[in-house]
């Protein structure tokens, strides 16, 4: 299959992983991300809303579902599709899938950037207006939400405005990417970066340095009863997507520093490159443990689900020396009444 644009990373005898070695490793850890997603995320929507295992306030709650959903979303649109490239080693998906391919990691990536600035400050929020944010309804909260859902259109918005076909398959990333020909982009795309990612990360590191500023004087002016679990859910979420972050801000300064005419033999434009766009997924994993660590319904939500299998053996295995009790009563009852008196 060939997509709109051939680029120079299109070429797989140059950019491919011929190591089987490396690229099963790689297909490795984006199943273990998949599988992780859907049976972390599932379990926290379902624990959310069906048994309301979450004692945080309810701003915190809808977000946290809105946020599950995209880590579900990206995880089947965005590492799915890196997963069957990767063991196919080519691109084997029709022109139409390549084409949204990225329009969808496009539109849910910042989606879930902009769900975690809506968190760390929603929480700083109810932190310093309790009384206010007690009034705050759940709609306004889910509109809340939908307003980051909406404000993320805005790439695959210009991509179809501007050049919808300006797509290629990268076999550094093994995935299709935008390619921004559009001399549009040569502004256009400083802004996006500016609005969708500097300032919402601004946010989150102002708010959540503040949130533990203002939790530490709030703990020592109520002597010890502020609640932490809500606090330590965002602090840690923001924790780990700064963590995740990290390899793609080295690469792209490395990107700007590092002059070479053939990237094919570059670590730093190679390896490291998909090592940069593959650790945000630790966002998608790591959600499900932050919340079994700090919060406690959700913690014993997920205990008493572990349990089930062992407590329905256990009551199989009652079941079954009942029923063994019962025969070899009756057994002793029709031989004592078989004897001649």
Same mark, same amino acid.
């Given at each position: 299959?060939?997509?709109?644009?051939?680029?120079?990373?299109?070429?797989?005898?140059?950019?491919?992983?011929?190591?089987?070695?490396?690229?099963?490793?790689?297909?490795?850890?984006?199943?273990?991300?998949?599988?992780?997603?859907?049976?972390?995320?599932?379990?926290?929507?379902?624990?959310?809303?069906?048994?309301?295992?979450?004692?945080?306030?309810?701003?915190?709650?809808?977000?946290?579902?809105?946020?599950?959903?995209?880590?579900?979303?990206?995880?089947?649109?965005?590492?799915?599709?890196?997963?069957?490239?990767?063991?196919?080693?080519?691109?084997?998906?029709?022109?139409?899938?390549?084409?949204? /391919?990225?329009?969808?990691?496009?539109?849910?990536?910042?989606?879930?950037?902009?769900?975690?600035?809506?968190?760390?400050?929603?929480?700083?929020?109810?932190?310093?207006?309790?009384?206010?944010?007690?009034?705050?309804?759940?709609?306004?909260?889910?509109?809340?939400?939908?307003?980051?859902?909406?404000?993320?259109?805005?790439?695959?918005?210009?991509?179809?405005?501007?050049?919808?076909?300006?797509?290629?398959?990268?076999?550094?990333?093994?995935?299709?990417?935008?390619?921004?020909?559009?001399?549009?982009?040569?502004?256009?795309?400083?802004?996006?970066?500016?609005?969708?990612?500097?300032?919402?990360?601004?946010?989150?590191?102002?708010?959540?340095?503040?949130?533990?500023?203002?939790?530490?004087?709030?703990?020592?002016?109520?002597?010890? /009863?502020?609640?932490?679990?809500?606090?330590?859910?965002?602090?840690?979420?923001?924790?780990?997507?700064?963590?995740?972050?990290?390899?793609?801000?080295?690469?792209?300064?490395?990107?700007?520093?590092?002059?070479?005419?053939?990237?094919?033999? /570059?670590?730093?434009?190679?390896?490291?490159?998909?090592?940069?766009?593959?650790?945000?997924?630790?966002?998608?994993?790591?959600?499900?443990?932050?919340?079994?660590?700090?919060?406690?319904?959700?913690?014993?939500?997920?205990?008493?689900?572990?349990?089930?299998?062992?407590?329905?053996?256990?009551?199989?295995?009652?079941?079954?020396?009942?029923?063994?009790?019962?025969?070899?009563?009756?057994?002793?009852?029709?031989?004592?009444? /078989?004897?001649?008196?």
């Amino acid at each position: 299959m060939t997509s709109g644009v051939m680029n120079e990373f299109s070429n797989r005898t140059v950019y491919g992983i011929e190591s089987s070695a490396i690229r099963y490793t790689w297909a490795g850890y984006f199943l273990f991300v998949i599988v992780s997603s859907l049976i972390g995320d599932t379990a926290i929507l379902i624990a959310s809303i069906k048994y309301r295992a979450f004692k945080l306030h309810k701003i915190i709650i809808v977000i946290i579902q809105h946020i599950a959903v995209c880590d579900l979303m990206v995880s089947l649109t965005d590492v799915l599709p890196k997963l069957i490239s990767v063991i196919a080693n080519e691109n084997v998906f029709s022109t139409f899938l390549c084409y949204l /391919s990225p329009y969808l990691r496009y539109y849910f990536n910042p989606a879930s950037v902009l769900l975690i600035c809506t968190m760390c400050c929603s929480k700083l929020y109810t932190l310093k207006s309790p009384l206010r944010s007690a009034t705050v309804t759940l709609t306004r909260t889910h509109m809340m939400c939908v307003g980051c859902w909406l404000a993320a259109f805005t790439f695959p918005a210009t991509f179809l405005v501007l050049d919808w076909k300006d797509i290629y398959f990268s076999y550094r990333g093994y995935q299709c990417n935008y390619v921004y020909s559009s001399p549009v982009y040569h502004w256009l795309k400083p802004l996006l970066a500016v609005v969708f990612l500097f300032i919402p990360n601004c946010l989150v590191v102002a708010t959540t340095v503040n949130l533990l500023i203002i939790a530490k004087k709030v703990a020592r002016r109520c002597r010890g /009863s502020l609640k932490w679990q809500g606090i330590m859910t965002t602090v840690l979420i923001a924790t780990v997507y700064f963590i995740s972050l990290i390899p793609m801000v080295v690469y792209r300064v490395g990107e700007s520093l590092i002059k070479i005419d053939d990237k094919s033999r /570059s670590f730093h434009f190679t390896h490291f490159y998909r090592i940069a766009i593959s650790f945000p997924f630790l966002n998608i994993i790591s959600n499900f443990y932050i919340y079994s660590l700090t919060v406690s319904g959700f913690r014993d939500f997920v205990w008493s689900r572990i349990q089930l299998p062992f407590r329905l053996s256990t009551k199989m295995d009652a079941f079954t020396r009942l029923g063994r009790r019962g025969s070899e009563t009756e057994s002793h009852s029709r031989n004592t009444n /078989s004897k001649p008196s």
